[in-house]
């Protein structure tokens, strides 16, 4: 087991790290950043990476999706704008029968056609869940989202709750007193 002390000053221990919803879904490398894999249809194709003020991509990789374990039980498929947003929606609201996708913040031209694809392999009346932030550009995400999911499906925009925190982490470092 392993323990990343960025993620723990966020709020997300190694508990939560090694569910089996979140097991193999972050990495750590040699100065001890945490690396979220980016997948697109042919595979890992990049990785996101974050550490006590730096937030990168891993150069020559390209920004595809990051995503959790799913269950052919999940009802829900939460959208964030990064993986420690998805540990943090999934840490407030424990929710059991969600999958998570990040997006790792603005859509690139490539990432529609990803979550399009991803609602549209969804068990029938499973929802999505537009988690994005609570800004402009989370609105704009949702918007966008919106524009090209699949029609019929339920789509539910919700943001941290007014005062708590303009992205799921904000709130629950705040709930946690941090």
């Not at 750590?28 to 595979?43: I, K, M, S, Y």
Request: with cysteine.
């Amino acid at each position: 087991c392993f323990a990343l002390p960025y993620l723990t000053a966020r709020g997300i221990g190694t508990v939560t790290l090694v569910l089996p919803r979140f097991a193999g879904c972050v990495r750590v490398d040699a100065r001890n950043n945490a690396l979220f894999p980016h997948f697109d249809r042919q595979g890992l194709c990049g990785f996101e990476i974050k550490n006590k003020d730096f937030t990168g991509f891993a150069a020559g990789g390209n920004k595809g999706l990051w995503y959790s374990a799913s269950a052919a039980t999940d009802q829900w498929l939460v959208l964030v704008e990064s993986a420690i947003d998805a540990y943090s929606f999934h840490l407030l609201h424990g929710w059991e029968n969600a999958r998570y996708m990040s997006t790792g913040g603005a859509l690139n031209p490539q990432q529609p056609e990803l979550l399009r694809g991803a609602i549209e392999k969804l068990p029938d009346g499973a929802g999505v869940v537009l988690g994005f932030d609570r800004d402009e550009g989370g609105d704009k995400l949702a918007d966008e989202v919106k524009n090209f999911a699949p029609a019929g499906r339920n789509l539910r925009r919700m943001v941290p709750d007014a005062g708590t925190g303009k992205d799921w982490n904000e709130m629950l470092q705040n709930s946690l007193g941090e």
